[in-house]
């Protein structure tokens, strides 16, 4: 059974950092892909961040809104997955989710299971 659940989402000032946590069972971390949405009330789920799993293949991938700000990684042993996020500002605000993925880029990615997800909150 294909599980995830996010942690580490809360109130943050504009400029500052946090990183958010996903445990993950019933999937291997090598072999399937990961990544992490956000969804905002009103807007769709957004994909911001995949790394591949395939082959060896590490490769990340970033969308434009978080990229050079934003890092993801993962912890294969611990069966983890990170968001380390800096320099965060109040667009980014929003509800993040993190998923079992098809990544192809950030913009060709693709979750068929997913975490409860944890809120983020970007204000003064």
């Not at 983890?80 to 320099?87: D, G, K, P, S």
């Amino acid at each position: 059974q294909v599980q995830l659940a996010e942690s580490g989402g809360g109130l943050v000032q504009p400029g500052g950092s946090l990183t958010l946590s996903c445990s993950t069972s019933g999937f291997d971390l090598d072999i399937h892909s990961q990544g992490w949405f956000r969804q905002v009330p009103g807007k769709g789920r957004e994909g911001i961040s995949c790394i591949k799993s395939r082959a060896g293949d590490s490769r990340t991938f970033y969308a434009d809104s978080v990229k050079g700000r934003f890092t993801i990684s993962r912890d294969s042993a611990k069966n983890m997955v990170y968001l380390t996020m800096t320099n965060l500002k109040p667009e980014d605000t929003g509800v993040y989710y993190c998923a079992r993925v098809y990544c192809g880029n950030a913009d060709d990615m693709y979750g068929d299971k997913w975490g409860q997800g944890t809120q983020v909150t970007v204000s003064s």
